[in-house]
């Protein structure tokens, strides 16, 4: 029954309670109001009269002046639920007072100034309460929450309502009607304790909703209105609502009128109280049943035409029968889609402001606009209605409606990039281009910065003349040039390449003012500034004819560049003739020809240049790299093989220059083993393969499309294919698009039945790290598919969608689900939503049984699955988890995979097993294989967040040593190098005289800046796994990943 319930409410499994209390406060609240609203509405109209209700109107926002910057300061002060507790207490008050005032006093009718208190004081405290309670209940639930449980909270307001109004029907035939107001302050009394008890039973979630800081009024009405100005969804939202209560204070002033007529006191009092239960019956099946059920289906964005559509047919409605039914339909659309609808998508829709004003937007919003709107309704109507028919207002009100569907329709197209803005501000964003980032910087402090001379401001100098280069380029050259006048090596090695791309420009006015400064100026000779001028040409032989005589190596090339680009041809013969010279010398004159060749221009040279990317010297072979990539054509594909065998086996600035080198080239055969190798690249190499895609043009779209397709393929490799698609050919993206995230989509699923699966297996190291890899696969491919949604336009941003979903906040997390939900189909929506939200494994497993035709899988299914990837780091983990299984299986199938992977890694893991039996004769030490390295690091806290791909990589290169007790393992002053991992055994860390055991990770401080030890390690008796510092440094490097895990480590320790 439990589970029915839970599955009708969409409840989870222990928030039965939270939510009952919050129902039950909502309900108790909400029934006060209702009998206030009932009793205050009769009193009036009968007493006063409906004329004057647009005196009410323009008194409400003068009124809300007041409360709104006590009540921000007193919550600001003192906190919302201290506020909450006074607000109740004032009710109590306040009650009673009304009651002898309009009994004593009232009744005399010697004064009717009572009536229009007790109207202002009903609505006070209808907004005061809802902005409270809704406050409120923000810091106990985040969207997702939202998305299921608010509709219960209103219709426990509802449950409220319908019970205040049901009691007002009854009690009016018992009491005289001011006997309500004691009512309303028995019930407020009776909320007290219930707040109290909620207070104390439930804990608030964290928030990210960090408003600014303390102000007053003014100052947070001027924040509010600087935003209005300046974020145009923000504007929306006050626009909307400016005209929701607009028109709905018109349409109460057409249906109050209508019903002034209906009888006596106690006649309307039994109606409204009729009314009130009946509309508020109709809310409370809404929010019960229909209303997160609408929102699922509809969209928050589309949810937000209900209530303008709602209040068009209303004057409609008016307009062609203005009595007691339009009436009715009036009071309806205000009292029940208004309020089970509307006031309820509200709360989503204020989840698109930044959240650092989030706060006082809603207080503003609530507070002041809907007032002010209600007080130009009001102005409207003193003024205009006593000259118009109510068919004339009606059709005004038609008019302003149908404005107030456009504008709302605006809002609905904002809604989605607000979100994502919003979580941006929570996320360091570097997506703006350059010269977005640096338009509001001001040009005269850069100017100033850039002027530093000082040897120790080199770097931010050149960062200030880089932005002065994307504000004024003339403005950048002076600095420049005035920063090159006798610069230091230090100096040039920052400044040249930002000379370089001035000049690569070509632009006239900037090379003139460069040779004016080169001949008006007495200027250190640097080889290089010479080499970069003789390069485009600007120098000639005559005016450096001393660098003639240079025994220097760099200064004979300088002088070989501007020879080859002199005007007389016997110049040429004197270049190459130097260049051969230069060939046959030492290392360093070696390196400089073939930078020199580079420089020459000549496609047919970098043949000649590919011998030298084999060369044993690695300054030499990078030299050769940089002179290819300059001197290839489109004419160069036979060099393809062996630069993207230089790619396979180079560090990260190598692979840089080589995929460049690729990209001149433009021959789409390079394509395929390229992205074979992109889950090896740093997200740099990935956009730079990108652009070589890109370049070679529609060629690349078949290969394209067969690795957008395929599974066969990396996650990296298909998203890189799937962004040069939708470039190339978007039809031929979006054709697949659809298949391809369902089969994604699918596949995370299975991952997480199999983890599930071996999950229940016992904890060897295979089986471990298959586990953990099965983890790793499912996050993989959850991030492609969101980066498949950014790139068919479904969702602005990936990195910003990933990095949300990734959070620990529950409300960004919250809201990025929020975001994804808006940018793709519902049907797509609904099974991608258990893989990303706050369900537990076996909930998520048991969607997947229930939703897919699933057949039941065995751990040797999921290892026999893996074996037989075409990944070698798949295979390889698979095949220590298959021999964990079942050794006696395994030898044919290792023997079988061996023919078929050349991957050493594997077949060095296949051995290890195999000699498994010789562990006694090495007395019980032996070597860890890859996978069993893996398992130990991942057991340890220090690696316990990173995934098995990232701990291959840190492995590669480790090794194993065995300390004997009472030896040294490292002593103050000597090289912090090493991080270490006890295999077994134990380690005494002094002066702490801490003793580390079995999977600790020990010399961690080396990560972060210490070059020698200052305390020593001494083995108590250990193996231990020894990971070189500079390796985890090359891969943090390469992979911003690991840096990121690693810099959070690095915040744990301190």
């Not at 506020?83 to 010697?110: M, N």
């Not at 586990?771 to 996050?779: A, Q, R, T």
Request: glycine content about 6%; overall charge neutral; charged content about 20%.
């Amino acid at each position: 029954m439990g589970e029915i319930f839970r599955k009708v409410f969409k409840i989870h499994k222990g928030e039965e309670v939270k939510v009952l209390l919050f129902v039950i406060l909502g309900a108790l609240i909400q029934a006060g109001v209702a009998i206030g609203l009932s009793l205050t509405d009769t009193l009036f109209l009968i007493r006063v009269g409906p004329e004057k209700l647009p005196i009410i109107y323009l008194i409400m926002p003068f009124m809300m002046l007041v409360y709104t910057p006590i009540n921000n300061y007193m919550v600001s002060r003192y906190g919302i639920y201290r506020v909450f507790l006074a607000i109740l207490a004032l009710l109590v008050i306040g009650g009673g007072t009304l009651y002898f005032f309009v009994a004593i006093q009232g009744q005399s009718g010697s004064s009717k100034l009572i009536f229009y208190v007790a109207k202002l004081y009903t609505f006070l405290w209808l907004i005061g309460l809802y902005t409270i309670y809704w406050t409120f209940i923000d810091n106990y639930f985040d969207i997702l929450d939202a998305k299921r449980l608010y509709p219960l909270f209103n219709g426990g307001l509802s449950m409220g309502a319908m019970v205040g109004g049901s009691m007002v029907s009854i009690l009016t035939r018992i009491i005289t009607a001011e006997f309500l107001f004691l009512v309303w302050s028995a019930l407020a009394l009776l909320t007290i304790p219930m707040l109290i008890y909620v207070k104390k039973k439930t804990k608030e979630i964290d928030s990210f909703d960090d408003d600014d800081e303390e102000g007053g009024f003014i100052e947070e009405s001027t924040v509010v209105l600087k935003a209005i100005k300046n974020i145009r969804y923000v504007l929306l939202i006050n626009l909307v609502m400016f005209g929701t209560s607009f028109l709905a204070t018109v349409c109460e002033f057409q249906y109050l009128e209508v019903f002034s007529g209906y009888g006596d006191m106690e006649k309307l009092a039994s109606l409204f109280g009729q009314l009130f239960a009946a509309a508020n019956g109709f809310n409370l099946i809404v929010n019960f049943f229909l209303f997160n059920r609408m929102v699922s289906f509809f969209g928050v964005r589309n949810m937000t035409f209900i209530q303008p559509f709602a209040y068009l047919f209303t004057f409609l409605f008016f307009l062609y029968d203005y009595g007691f039914n339009s009436a009715i339909f009036g009071f309806f659309a205000y009292q029940g889609i208004f309020i089970s609808l509307d006031l309820n998508n509200w709360n989503f829709v204020f989840n698109g402001v930044p959240s650092n004003i989030k706060t006082k937007v809603r207080t503003f919003t609530e507070n002041l606009c809907d007032p002010t709107a209600t007080a130009c309704a009001g102005l409207f109507l003193l003024i205009k209605a006593p000259e118009m028919s109510p068919q004339r207002i009606a059709l005004t009100a038609l008019s302003v409606s149908i404005a107030h569907v456009l504008v709302t329709f605006l809002l609905r197209n904002d809604y989605l990039n607000a979100m994502v803005t919003n979580l941006r501000k929570e996320w360091l964003d570097f997506s703006k281009p350059e010269k977005e980032a640096v338009r509001d910087l001001d040009i005269e402090k850069i100017k100033q910065i850039g002027a530093f001379r000082s040897p120790d401001q080199t770097e931010i100098a050149a960062i200030a003349i880089h932005l002065l280069i994307l504000k004024d380029k003339n403005q950048a050259i002076k600095t420049l040039l005035r920063y090159l006048e006798n610069p230091s090596e230090k100096k040039w090695i920052a400044m040249k390449p930002l000379l370089e791309n001035v000049l690569a420009e070509s632009d006239t006015e900037i090379i003139r003012e460069l040779l004016l400064w080169f001949e008006s100026r007495d200027i250190t000779l640097n080889s290089q500034l010479i080499e970069l001028l003789g390069g485009l040409g600007l120098l000639q032989p005559n005016r450096i004819k001393m660098l003639l005589d240079s025994d220097h190596a760099r200064d004979k090339g300088a002088m070989a560049i501007i020879f080859w680009n002199s005007w007389d041809i016997c110049d040429g013969y004197e270049a190459m003739g130097t260049i051969t010279k230069l060939l046959k010398g030492v290392a360093e004159e070696k390196k400089v020809a073939i930078h020199v060749i580079g420089k020459i221009k000549q496609e047919r040279y970098a043949h000649f240049l590919v011998d030298f990317l084999k060369d044993p010297d690695p300054e030499i072979r990078r030299e050769a790299l940089l002179s290819i990539r300059n001197l290839v054509t489109p004419n160069s594909g036979r060099l393809i093989p062996g630069i993207l065998q230089t790619i396979a086996v180079s560090g990260e600035e190598d692979r840089i220059v080589a995929g460049k080198a690729l990209e001149k080239i433009q021959d789409s055969s390079c394509i395929v083993p390229l992205l074979d190798m992109s889950d090896t690249f740093s997200p740099y190499q990935r956009r730079i393969t990108e652009k070589l895609i890109l370049s070679i043009g529609l060629k690349s779209v078949p290969t394209m499309v067969k690795i957008y397709r395929s599974s066969q393929y990396s996650t990296y490799a298909r998203s890189l294919a799937g962004r040069a698609l939708s470039k190339l050919s978007f039809p031929q993206f979006d054709t697949f698009f659809s298949e391809i995230i369902h089969r994604a989509i699918r596949g995370a699923y299975y991952l997480l039945y199999s983890y599930q699966v071996l999950k229940n297996e016992k904890n060897t190291p295979g089986l471990f790290v298959l586990s953990g890899l099965l983890m790793d696969i499912h996050i993989r491919i959850l991030e492609f598919c969101l980066e498949l949604f950014t790139i068919g336009g479904r969702m602005p941003d990936f990195e910003l969608m990933s990095s949300s979903l990734r959070s620990n906040n529950p409300k960004i997390r919250a809201n990025a689900i929020e975001a994804v939900e808006q940018g793709i189909s519902q049907d797509m929506f609904k099974i991608l939503l258990p893989l990303v939200d706050s369900r537990s494994l076996d909930e998520k497993v048991s969607f997947y049984r229930q939703n897919f035709d699933v057949k039941d899988v065995r751990p040797e299914n999921v290892v026999h699955m893996f074996i037989n990837s075409k990944f070698s780091l798949d295979s390889t983990i698979a095949a220590e988890a298959l021999w964990e299984l079942n050794k006696a299986e395994s030898v044919d199938i290792f023997r079988n995979r061996l023919r078929e992977i050349k991957d050493t890694v594997f077949r060095d893991t296949v051995i290890s097993l195999l000699s498994e039996r010789d562990k006694n004769e090495n007395k019980g030490r032996v070597t860890l294989n890859i996978v069993q390295r893996i398992s130990l690091l991942s057991q340890s806290s220090f690696f316990h967040a990173f995934s098995m791909e990232e701990l291959s990589l840190l492995i590669k290169n480790v090794y194993q040593a065995h300390y004997e007790s009472g030896r040294t393992i490292y002593q103050p002053g000597d090289q912090a190098d090493n991080l270490y991992c006890i295999i077994k055994g134990k380690v005494l860390l002094k002066p702490e005289e801490t003793v580390m055991q079995d999977c600790d990770i020990f010399g961690e401080w080396c990560l972060f800046g210490n070059q020698e030890w200052d305390r020593a390690a001494i083995s108590q008796g250990a193996d231990l796994l020894i990971i070189p510092k500079e390796q985890i440094l090359f891969y943090a490097k390469l992979n911003p990943r690991i840096a990121i895990k690693f810099l959070k480590n690095r915040l744990m320790m301190s």
